[in-house]
């Protein structure tokens, strides 16, 4: 199991729009891809000394292979919507990782 790690950091000025058309507009659309097989939002608990607000949007795929298959069929396409609906409004940042093992308490 891959996970595709995306970290925005959101103005605060077009933060509502901006939670509501991931949770409603992009996180559908990456997940409609087929490449993903779950996806996750968490806000960031620290605070940016720049400001904003920050989340770590997570996208479960299977394997390495499909994560590229993204990259080439379908991430141009699915960024660009986010910078010409915020143009300037955030900064973001990606991250691979690679689930070694998963670990729960049940009581």
Same mark, same amino acid.
């Given at each position: 199991?891959?996970?595709?790690?995306?970290?925005?950091?959101?103005?605060?000025?077009?933060?509502d729009?901006?939670?509501?058309?991931?949770?409603?507009?992009?996180?559908?659309?990456?997940?409609?891809?087929?490449?993903?097989?779950?996806?996750?939002?968490? +806000?960031?608990?620290? $605070?940016?000394? @720049?400001?904003?607000?920050?989340?770590? =949007?997570?996208?479960? *795929?299977?394997?390495?292979?499909?994560?590229?298959?993204?990259?080439?069929?379908?991430?141009? +396409?699915?960024?660009? $919507?986010?910078? @010409?609906?915020?143009?300037?409004?955030? =900064?973001?940042?990606? *991250?691979?990782?690679?689930?070694?093992?998963d670990?729960?308490?049940?009581?």
């Open positions: 199991m891959y996970i595709y790690n995306v970290t925005i950091n959101i103005e605060e000025s077009v933060h729009p901006w939670l509501q058309w991931m949770r409603e507009k992009h996180i559908p659309d990456m997940l409609s891809t087929g490449k993903f097989v779950q996806a996750r939002i968490c +806000r960031v608990m620290v $605070e940016e000394e @720049s400001g904003g607000i920050t989340y770590a =949007v997570q996208y479960y *795929t299977t394997g390495r292979e499909v994560l590229q298959q993204y990259y080439e069929e379908d991430a141009e +396409r699915l960024r660009n $919507e986010a910078l @010409s609906r915020f143009p300037g409004k955030f =900064v973001a940042f990606r *991250t691979e990782l690679e689930v070694i093992e670990q729960s308490f049940l009581s």
